[in-house]
C-alpha cells in the first residue's frame, strides 16, 4: 500500500511561517505525485491569513495527547470528547507516515508508537526544550527506531543537530522564496517590523533613532496582525525592515523583506546567517541595541543620500535569493528527501 505522508498541524490561528511551510510542503508533495494531507485538531479550522487549495484534515485525539491534553483530563471527559469528535477524525492508516512539529518533544515517541514518523524540526533551538537536563538520546525522537528522518531549513539546524545526535538522518529544505510576490515597488519611507519577535529591542532602537531626529519623516509599520498579502504589499513598498530574530531556524519574514528590495537591519537569529549577506543587508550581533540604533541611523543616512541605494541592493539580494531560494530548488529538495524517506521507511517495513 502506497503510504500517505500526515503532517500534523497545530491550530494556531496568527500569523505564523512555520505553519505556512506545512501547508506549503503538503502542496509540494502531491503536485509530485505523494498523497500528503494537513492534519488540524479541530474539526472545521482553517488558517484565515493566507489562501490555500491544501487537502486538510482532522484528528482530535492525536493533537491531544501531544499536547498532554489527556493528562490533565478526567477520563470520562477523554472518552466522551472521544466519542463526540471520532466521526471526523481522518483514519490513520497503519501504513501512513506522520511528520511531527519538534516543538512536541518528548510526546512525539508517545503518540502512535508504532508507526513510522519524520521530525520537521523548522526551530532546531526547541528541540531539546521539554526534556530533562539530563536528557539520554533514547528518549528524544531523533534516534528513536520509528524515526525515519529529520528535515530541516539551514545549515544552522543542521550544525545543532548533528552536534547533538551524531548519527542522525538529516534533509534540508531550501525554501522557496517567491520574488514575483514579494517584488519592490514605489519605494516610501516606511519603517518595518513584526512585533511578535522581540518588539523590546525594536522598540527602543525606533525610540533611540526617534530621539535622534532620524526618523522624524518616516512611518513606522508594525506587520504583525496583517494577512500573507498585506504582509507582502507592505514589505514591497517599504525602504526598511527590522530583524529582531532570535534563535531561528530560518527566519521567513527577513528574507522575504530582501526580496521585496528593503534594507534589513539587524539580528540574522543564527539560521539566517546563511542569506544575511552584507552585501545588502546590515546585520547586527544579537541583544547589541546600541549597535542596532546605530545600523538604523546609517541605513537611513544611505537612503536619504543616495538615490539609487535601495534598487542596488535589491538587484544583488534578489539575485541571490533566486539562485539558493527558488521554487525548482525547493522541489528538488523535497523529492529528493521523500525519496529517500520511503526508500528508508519500506526496508524498515520489509524487515518487520
Not at 345 to 351: F, L, P
Amino acid at each position: 500500500m502506497k503510504s500517505r505522508i500526515l503532517f500534523i498541524c497545530p491550530d494556531i490561528a496568527e500569523p505564523s511561517g512555520g505553519i505556512k511551510q506545512i501547508y506549503r510542503q503538503v502542496d509540494v508533495l502531491n503536485n509530485i505525485g505523494y498523497d500528503a494531507l494537513v492534519v488540524h485538531q479541530n474539526y472545521g479550522f482553517k488558517p484565515q491569513w493566507f489562501d490555500f487549495k491544501t487537502p486538510v484534515e482532522y484528528h482530535y485525539m492525536i493533537h491531544a495527547e501531544l499536547n498532554n491534553q489527556p493528562a490533565i483530563r478526567p477520563q470520562w471527559y477523554i472518552k466522551l470528547r472521544a466519542v463526540q469528535l471520532t466521526r471526523n477524525d481522518v483514519e490513520i492508516l497503519n501504513s501512513d507516515i506522520l511528520v511531527l512539529p519538534e516543538a512536541y518533544g518528548p510526546q512525539i515517541n508517545k503518540v502512535y508508537p508504532s508507526h513510522s514518523k519524520v521530525v520537521y524540526n523548522q526551530g532546531c533551538y526547541l528541540s531539546l526544550l521539554d526534556f530533562p537536563i539530563q536528557v539520554s538520546a533514547s528518549e528524544t525522537p531523533y534516534l528513536h527506531p520509528k524515526t525515519i528522518a529529520t528535515l530541516v531549513n539551514s545549515d544552522d539546524a543542521i550544525n545543532y543537530l548533528k552536534l547533538a545526535f551524531d548519527d542522525i538522518t538529516i534533509f534540508k529544505i531550501h525554501h522557496f522564496i517567491d520574488t514575483k510576490v514579494f517584488k519592490p515597488t514605489k519605494k516610501k519611507k516606511q519603517i518595518i517590523f513584526m512585533s511578535r519577535k522581540n518588539y523590546e529591542d525594536i522598540k527602543q532602537v525606533i525610540q533611540i533613532n526617534n530621539l535622534r531626529k532620524n526618523i522624524d519623516n518616516w512611518t513606522i509599520i508594525n506587520l504583525n496582525q496583517l494577512s500573507h498579502s498585506e504582509v507582502a504589499q507592505t514589505m514591497n513598498e517599504s525602504s526598511i525592515f527590522l530583524s529582531s530574530n532570535l534563535d531561528e531556524g530560518f527566519s521567513l519574514p527577513s528574507i522575504e523583506a530582501m526580496a521585496s528590495g528593503c534594507l534589513v537591519i539587524g539580528y540574522p537569529g543564527k539560521g539566517g546567517n546563511e542569506y544575511f549577506k552584507e552585501e545588502f543587508s546590515l546585520p547586527v550581533p544579537e541583544k547589541d541595541i546600541h549597535q542596532f540604533a546605530l545600523k538604523l541611523e546609517e541605513g537611513i543616512q544611505k537612503i536619504e543620500k543616495q538615490p539609487n541605494y535601495l534598487s542596488e541592493i535589491a538587484l544583488k539580494s534578489r539575485k541571490f535569493i533566486d539562485e539558493h531560494y527558488s521554487e525548482t530548488r525547493e522541489r528538488k529538495d523535497i523529492q529528493t528527501a521523500w525519496d529517500s524517506i520511503l526508500k528508508i521507511n519500506a526496508k524498515i517495513t520489509n524487515a518487520n
